[in-house]
């Protein structure tokens, strides 16, 4: 039982680059997140997804596409990387949403991405 | 515009005493709350959690304290151990809407021995 995994681990672009996170998760979940984390800001959600074939916007959205084909994966794309989207990306899944005791996220340990 | 704020980035406390960690959030409509464990190169882990209905929440060492009128929450860590040092963020979010769950910057605790 791996959780929630993250492909790759690291990466560095040159702007313009195009390039896709994986997240894959093998605990049947419905909802998938994707945030970035930047120094003094916490994290913030870029898209997210309630079940598979569904995408939506979050707070920063712009820049990145997203794609859930699978219940199990979420791809999240930048078509052409600029210097600020450098961030560490973190992947979350949930069982759903709307019942106290499943709110809770489980995260996968983080891609960092630099943008040159 | 930050919803959840910590006001504190890093607190330094000795191994047996307590470890208060604070949050802060502006959006009345926000009715649970949740704290996150994050220890270098791994992704953030659940750590306890409270719904507004409640005050306080408690699971062994630690206990998560509410105060909807100020909009302000606590993290008490009582003993604190030093394998407690990571860094706790606090989110928000609605119970029956979590799509958008909203984090503070976090907190870097140090437990020194």
């Known amino acids: 039982n791996a959780g929630v995994t993250q492909t790759p681990k690291f990466r560095v672009l040159k702007t313009g680059q195009s390039m896709t996170l994986l997240c894959a998760q093998d605990m049947n979940h419905e909802y998938m997140y994707w945030y970035r984390q930047d120094p003094g800001m916490g994290l913030r959600l870029i898209h997210y997804?309630?079940?598979?074939?569904?995408?939506a916007k979050g707070e920063v959205p712009d820049g990145y596409n997203v794609s859930r084909l699978k219940k199990q994966n979420f791809l999240l794309g930048l078509e052409s990387a600029a210097p600020s989207q450098t961030s560490v990306y973190f992947c979350?899944?949930?069982?759903?949403?709307?019942?106290?005791?499943?709110?809770?996220?489980?995260f996968g340990p983080g891609t960092r991405l630099t943008v040159l | 515009d930050q919803q959840v704020k910590q006001n504190s980035p890093s607190l330094s406390v000795q191994e047996g005493r307590i470890s208060i960690l604070n949050c802060d959030y502006t959006?009345?409509?926000?009715?649970?709350f949740l704290w996150y464990k994050k220890y270098p190169a791994e992704g953030p882990t659940f750590l306890i959690s409270?719904?507004?209905?409640?005050d306080k929440n408690e699971d062994g060492r630690f206990t998560v304290f509410l105060n909807k009128s100020a909009k302000h929450l606590s993290l008490h860590i009582v003993p604190s151990q030093p394998g407690d040092s990571a860094v706790y963020f606090c989110a928000a979010t609605l119970t029956y809407n979590n799509n958008d769950m909203r984090f503070g910057a976090g907190t870097r605790l140090t437990v020194k021995p």
């Open positions: 997804s309630v079940g598979e074939g569904t995408t």
């Open positions: 959006n009345s409509m926000f009715d649970y």
């Open positions: 409270i719904s507004s209905i409640k």
């Open positions: 979350a899944s949930s069982y759903g949403g709307g019942v106290e005791v499943l709110n809770e996220q489980f």
